[in-house]
């Protein structure tokens, strides 16, 4: 049986968006035993420790004293905006209860004190023991800033201590080889290897990948590290002092990455084939996610230099910003349809940059635009897809094919991404100057976070990727996709909380 295709922001529909085979545990009619609701509690040990961080999230209203609302908005709301429960079924409150727990406890494993948060804490993943930049951004803003503070420092104190002389930072850092654990029977050899050539030979406790190397340019890298400090230096005392003592070097990676930008539009205009998150797609130009992260690290380091009592470095700044934004608008956003382009001069949807730039850049009733357009042209049972049009095969890196799976980013639903766009819709449900249409993206808030509840638990873990209609992560020959993505789990976790917060859900 086919599964009923999933509806945003409709409650009920939303039920039964599986097929016969993976429904959720307990339908809209049924009420579950006290029994079966004892099974998804947290073990004793466990829920301390959750409830301690949610305590911690919820009472921090912010120890600043001075902050800018136009920056925090898009992360910090108010309590009493848009106040009231939304109706939820027992099935549903459940899944989502589930998850969050889930997703408290598997976070905490992410970190590996010393180094940092790691995309995945199973020793067998491809990502274990290895801080990715651009994994580190998106995980410490939606979760980690609030929750985890030094988990945060240790991370960007790792990628930068490693940064070059020219202001490069490494897009990875590992304990282990990436790239041994990608051929078939040698896994076992990564971290043997590692200490070998490493440790005993190089004399190094890890390894720093940089642009370029590993078959990726990753030259979204410094945005990536620069959005991370500057959310650090906004969240928390922490942050501000990791940004203080690391100001020069912060500046430094800006400087080194600005050298990339057209000094006519002030966009940056890529050098390489794959150059952003979506690397295994060989494109280039200018990139909107990439110019819409850039615009984003330029409004938060002017602040940080103002802060700072860098006064001129935070005017140059806000004006870079200027410029880059008035493009990206210009350029990258199709104001007709509502949707951020994947790069200059084509009309390929970009849901990732979408969402960001709903988020980061444009006003709520621009964003509800952006909102209908991805509903209509990127939703799947699964969440939203990355592309349309898809890229076609050409454009794709060779060791995606040889491994047989071509639609990594091209064709399967990350969830991190929709669990993001959660954040957009908590925007406009509160700060949309229309009563009815905050109310309406309050529910679908809501609902989002639901749906995709129900689908890690019913998948068993928030999966790097799924089957954009099955709601089932792909395993292939060569290929298993990680069980707990830590992106997909702190998007979903860091929305679940301000949900929580807001008290939109119990």
């Known amino acids: 049986m086919n599964p009923e295709k999933y509806i945003p922001g409709d409650i009920n529909k939303n039920q039964d968006q599986a097929g016969d085979q993976e429904k959720p545990a307990y339908s809209e009619s049924q009420k579950p035993e006290s029994a079966e609701i004892d099974k998804i509690q947290p073990e004793p040990d466990d829920e301390k420790q959750i409830e301690s961080i949610r305590e911690r999230i919820f009472r921090d209203d912010g120890k600043r004293g001075k902050r800018e609302i ?10 009493n905006v848009n ?3 939304v109706p939820v079924n ?3 409150k459940i899944a989502i209860s589930q998850a969050a727990n889930d997703a408290e406890k598997n976070l905490r494993q992410n970190y590996l004190p010393g180094l940092g948060i790691m995309p995945s804490a199973n020793p067998k993943d491809n990502f274990y023991k290895q801080v990715w930049t651009r994994d580190l951004s998106q995980g410490s ?8 503070p030094q988990a945060v420092k240790d991370s960007l104190e790792t990628v930068f201590s490693h940064q070059r002389a020219d202001g490069a930072l490494p897009f990875r850092v590992e304990q282990e080889y990436m ?3 990608l051929f078939p029977g040698l896994r076992s050899l990564a971290r043997p290897a590692f200490v070998v050539i490493e440790e005993w030979i190089r004399r190094r406790k890890e390894r ?3 642009e370029g190397q590993d078959f990726s340019s990753s030259e979204d890298t410094i945005p990536a590290a620069l959005i991370s400090a500057g959310e650090f230096f906004l969240t928390s005392q922490e942050g501000q002092n990791f940004g203080q003592e690391n100001y020069e070097k912060i500046k430094k990676a800006a400087e080194f990455f600005g050298q990339r930008a057209d000094q006519e539009d002030g966009l940056i205009e890529v050098r390489a084939k794959n150059p952003d998150w979506a690397d295994s797609i060989i494109r280039g130009g200018k990139i909107g996610t990439i110019n819409i992260w850039w615009a984003r690290s330029l409004r938060l380091l002017s602040f940080m230099a103002q802060e700072l009592g860098f006064k001129e470095d ?3 700044y806000r004006g870079q910003f200027e410029t880059v934004k008035k493009s990206i608008i210009e350029k990258l956003y199709n104001q007709e349809e509502g949707y951020f382009r994947a790069s200059a001069g084509e009309d390929r949807i970009d849901a990732a940059a979408s969402v960001f730039g709903a988020l980061y850049l ?3 009733t621009e964003a509800v635009k952006v909102e209908e357009t991805l509903k209509q042209r990127l939703m799947t049972n699964s969440g939203l897809k990355n592309f349309d049009p898809p890229y076609p095969s050409e454009q794709i890196m060779w060791p995606h094919k040889l491994i047989n799976l071509p639609g990594y980013h091209n064709e399967y639903v990350w969830p991190w991404v929709t669990c993001q766009n959660i954040e957009v819709k908590i925007k406009i449900a509160t700060s949309h100057p229309d009563e009815a249409v905050r109310g309406q993206y309050k529910e679908e808030a809501v609902a989002d976070l639901a749906n995709m509840a129900q689908m890690f638990n019913e998948a068993g873990g928030a999966y790097e990727i799924f089957d954009p209609e099955t709601r089932r992560p792909p395993n292939k020959r060569f290929y298993h996709p990680p069980q707990n993505l830590m992106g997909g789990l702190a998007a979903d976790e860091g929305a679940y909380l301000r949900i929580k917060e807001l008290g939109w859900i119990e």
């Not at 803003?141 to 985890?148: K, L, P, T, V």
């Open 90 to 92: 027992e099935g549903q």
């Open 208 to 210: 720093p990948v940089y």
């Open 141 to 148: 803003g939606s979760y980690f800033d609030r929750a985890n």
């Open 70 to 79: 136009s920056l925090i908005e898009a992360r910090r709301y108010p309590k």
């Open 362 to 364: 444009l006003e709520p």
């Open 83 to 85: 106040p009231g429960q």
């Open 314 to 316: 935070a005017a140059q």
């Open 179 to 181: 790239l041994v654990k």
